[in-house]
């Protein structure tokens, strides 16, 4: 039998796991006009000019909801802000949720994997 204790402990374990791990990364596509802008060019000169440009970036809320917030220039990038298409989960989905740690770490690593790719690629 388990006792009043244990039972709580328990659930504060639950309630810590998951406030640890509501963090994700996402990926946002670009309209191609963003490679007219040479700081753009210049992060990425081995890009394949047939293949889609990206925005790579992690968040504590949904990817949802920041890209929103990108679009509205609230705490947003300016290439999303002008550029963003929509998001594109088929890239990142599989690794959310997450603690915040790893969203930072995954989020440079998904933005160089898509550079090796020769995806275009911004991440902040």
């Known amino acids: 039998m388990?006792?009043?204790d244990q039972f709580f402990a328990?659930?504060?374990d639950r309630q810590k796991t998951k406030d640890t791990h509501h963090h994700c990364v996402y990926v946002i596509e670009l309209d191609k006009k963003v490679l007219k802008d040479r700081r753009?060019?210049?992060?990425n000169?081995?890009?394949?000019?047939?293949k889609p440009c990206f925005y790579v970036g992690s968040t504590g809320m949904s990817p949802e909801m920041r890209f929103i917030n990108h679009k509205r220039g609230y705490k947003g990038n300016r290439y999303v802000q002008k550029y963003g298409i929509r998001l594109r989960p088929d890239l990142y989905?599989?690794?959310n949720p997450m603690p915040w740690q790893a969203a930072i770490e995954l989020e440079a690593e998904l933005a160089a994997g898509l550079r090796e790719e020769?995806?275009?690629v911004w991440q902040a």
């Open 93 to 95: 989905e599989v690794y």
């Open 2 to 4: 388990i006792t009043a």
């Open 45 to 50: 000169p081995n890009h394949d000019p047939a």
């Open 10 to 12: 328990a659930k504060r």
């Open 118 to 120: 020769r995806y275009a």
């Open 40 to 43: 753009f060019r210049a992060a």
